[in-house]
């Protein structure tokens, strides 16, 4: 997959990356009922992901997401959280989402991801940006349960589940507010400001670039990519004035 990760603006500063100054304290490896070839081909496509990104992540790092996808296809059986059945569809349609959330997001961030479903992407996203705090809000119980799950096997010590929705949230409370599938992207940048402390940020996910409008809605920071599938996407930053 040619992951094709670009900024359309501004570029990070150059120098050691910001997700890797936080390291997170993992216990002893977990492992879940998969066999070790999928587990090795989960992690083998998280690290090819990472370097397409250039997005450098530990081998650490790696496991624990891929360990996350197995989980995820492993509950997908019984309980609906993806529309993803196998792991290429996680790793090449998917996960690139988390990538781009990783780089959108600026360091030490609280970050709040509305109807995480399954978790994507925000909890490869936790995963990938240690030094984040983030709240996944989901109103379905059994969705609820399996997030709570992942997030203890995969060791995410500053995740937070929320059974819930929007209207339940503290306003002004975050500095990153995203949502992928719940709301289109112009009902979305109306609704996520009231959750976003002064210079927050909404995420916004789309297949075409999204016009920020009229004022005070500006776009701050923007990536376009493609999927294994090839089907383009486009991840913006929008800030508020």
Request: with cysteine.
């Amino acid at each position: 997959m040619d992951a094709l990760a670009r900024n359309a603006r501004g570029q990070h500063r150059r120098g050691a990356p910001l997700w890797e100054t936080h390291h997170a304290t993992v216990p002893p490896r977990h492992r879940v009922p998969y066999t070790a070839p999928v587990l090795d081909e989960a992690v083998a496509g998280v690290l090819k992901l990472s370097k397409e990104w250039a997005f450098p992540v530990s081998e650490e790092t790696c496991e624990r997401v891929a360990n996350y996808l197995t989980l995820l296809l492993q509950w997908n059986q019984r309980v609906n959280l993806t529309g993803a059945r196998e792991l290429r569809e996680l790793l090449g349609d998917h996960l690139p989402d988390s990538f781009a959330l990783a780089r959108l997001s600026p360091q030490g961030a609280s970050v709040v991801d509305i109807g995480s479903g399954g978790g994507l992407p925000s909890l490869p996203f936790a995963i990938l940006r240690p030094d984040c705090h983030v709240t996944m809000v989901e109103p379905r119980a059994k969705r609820i349960a399996f997030l709570n799950m992942a997030v203890r096997s995969c060791a995410c010590d500053f995740v937070k589940v929320v059974r819930g929705r929007l209207e339940d949230l503290p306003h002004s409370a975050y500095l990153v507010a995203a949502s992928r599938a719940t709301f289109s992207p112009q009902d979305w940048l109306q609704l996520a400001p009231e959750l976003l402390v002064s210079g927050g940020i909404a995420v916004v996910f789309a297949v075409d670039p999204v016009d920020a409008g009229p004022s005070p809605v500006r776009l701050v920071d923007s990536i376009q990519y493609r999927t294994a599938s090839g089907t383009p996407r486009w991840s913006g930053s929008f800030c508020f004035t």
